[in-house]
């Protein structure tokens, strides 16, 4: 079994900024596929990002430019740097992992999910 427990979620005027993080258990956590989606209130789960075995990194469209996604192996910890946050990105936030390291932009490649945190964006 693998465990995702994510942090740092919290209201932020429009414009600013909040760093997430992800904290995954195992042995081989370099290996993992790490992906982040988001829920908001009247909408369907979405991909955020994601960050392969390989250290190669997806985004939304929407968010390019704006979010980071990175890793700590040492700390067994994926962030999600979120800049220039606007009210759309307002929503609970879950990060996923895929132990086999390839990541996908669709929710059923990652078996084990976190609780989700929430952000709000909001003036």
């Known amino acids: 079994q693998v465990q995702l427990v994510e942090s740092g979620g919290g209201l932020v005027q429009p414009g600013g900024s909040l760093r997430l993080s992800c904290a995954v258990s195992g042995r081989t956590f370099s290996n993992y596929a790490i992906g982040w989606f988001r829920q908001a209130p009247g909408k369907e789960r979405e991909f955020v990002a994601s960050?392969?075995?390989?250290?190669?990194?997806d985004y939304v469209t929407s968010v390019k430019g704006r979010f980071t996604i990175s890793r700590d192996i040492a700390k067994n910890t994926v962030y999600l740097q979120m800049d220039s946050l606007k009210p759309e990105d307002t929503a609970v936030y879950y990060c996923a992992a895929n132990p086999r390291g390839w990541s996908s932009i669709y929710g059923t490649s990652y078996a084990y999910w976190g609780q989700g945190t929430q952000v709000t964006v909001s003036s």
């Open positions: 960050i392969a075995k390989s250290g190669g990194t």
